[in-house]
């Protein structure tokens, strides 16, 4: 599936007066991760209505262990939504997206696509 049909949203973390803050950003280059609707209910529900959303964190870019959601960060290669890879460290080693709780989803985005 591609990433770009799951809305993703580029997205900034900060720590601000000791609390965390999140906005959303136009560029890869901006962001400090990627927010996109899960893959696994986005098919089961045809569509956005009733699906639950993914966050992942880049530690490289300034995201600390704590933040939430946790534990898993990754390394954000690309340029873009339809060329984004999500990786471990070190960068160019496949990570994968494990989901515990909820639907489970287990996946890889990885040149655009959600799999």
């Not at 609390?19 to 901006?30: F, I, K, P, R, Y």
């Not at 962001?31 to 986005?42: H, M």
Request: aromatic share 8%; glycine share 14%; charged share 20%.
């Amino acid at each position: 599936m591609d990433l770009a049909d799951l809305e993703p949203q580029f997205m900034r973390w900060a720590l601000v007066d000791g609390g965390q803050v999140l906005s959303h950003v136009d560029t890869l280059a901006e962001a400090s991760g990627i927010r996109f609707l899960c893959p696994l209910c986005f098919a089961k529900n045809h569509g956005a209505v009733g699906t639950h959303a993914i966050i992942c964190w880049s530690r490289s870019r300034g995201v600390p262990d704590s933040a939430d959601p946790k534990p898993g960060r990754w390394t954000m290669e690309g340029t873009g939504y339809s060329d984004l890879t999500l990786n471990g460290d070190p960068p160019g080693r496949a990570r994968s997206i494990l989901l515990t709780g909820g639907c489970g989803w287990h996946g890889f985005i990885t040149k655009g696509k959600a799999t």
